[in-house]
């Protein structure tokens, strides 16, 4: 299983999660991200991911073993690089634990951590015509927050 991907294709998460199956897991939990119709007051008409690929991969793999770790879970990823239309899958993040409560807890992690970490990065076209970069700080100041020690 290959903890975090990268993937033009559209996502299957059925496919996915396949592969969290285990004997010893009463939960599964998971967190799709979907491309929706606006921000921030904006209309969308679409989006585009663009990644430093290397870096990514290096990096996703790192949140969710970190995750595999803390929660004692198995977890994987795969966010979605291209153009993107509305509705699309853009990030699927899939947990299996023995118990619910770190299966949620590793699911969010994983989530909250490649928002902040993973250089990935989105551009949204909108309605009127222009287009913009796109960085999610208030995902990435709850990252910071939500899973420092203390």
Known sequence: MTPFTLSQAPLTPETHRTVLQDASAGAYACFEGWVRDHNEGRAVIRLEYEAFEA????????????????????????????????????????????????????????????????????????????????????CAAHARHAHSPG
């Open 55 to 138: 870096l990514a991969n290096l990096e996703g793999a790192r949140i969710v073993q970190e995750a595999i770790t803390r929660y004692g879970v198995r977890a994987a990823c795969v966010h979605r690089v291209g153009s993107l239309e509305i509705g699309d899958l853009a990030v699927w993040v899939g947990v299996s634990a023995p118990h619910r409560g770190p299966a949620f807890d590793a699911c969010r992690y994983i989530i909250d951590e490649v928002k902040h970490r993973v250089p990935i990065w989105k551009k949204e076209h909108y309605l009127d015509g222009d287009s913009g970069w796109v960085n999610c700080e208030h």
